[in-house]
C-alpha cells in the first residue's frame, strides 16, 4: 500500500504540474482544460509509475 508520504507528494505533483500548465496556457490567453486535464493525468501516471518503483526496491 502507498504511504500517505507518497500520496502527498502525488497530490503535490499534479497541483504543480497542472499550475505550470495553466500558467504556459494563460500567457496567450489560450487555455484549455483538455490540456489541463491531460497534463495532470500524465503527471500523475509518472508519479505512481515512480512511487510503485521505490516501493517494490
Given at each position: ?20 500548465v495553466?500558467?504556459?496556457l ?32
Amino acid at each position: 500500500m502507498v504511504d500517505a508520504k507518497y500520496v502527498g507528494l502525488i497530490v503535490l505533483a499534479v497541483f504543480s504540474g497542472s499550475m505550470l500548465v495553466y500558467t504556459w496556457l494563460s500567457l496567450y490567453n489560450r487555455f484549455d482544460s483538455s490540456v489541463m486535464f491531460y497534463a495532470a493525468l500524465l503527471i500523475l501516471s509518472f508519479s505512481l509509475m515512480l512511487v510503485k518503483r521505490q516501493t517494490q526496491v
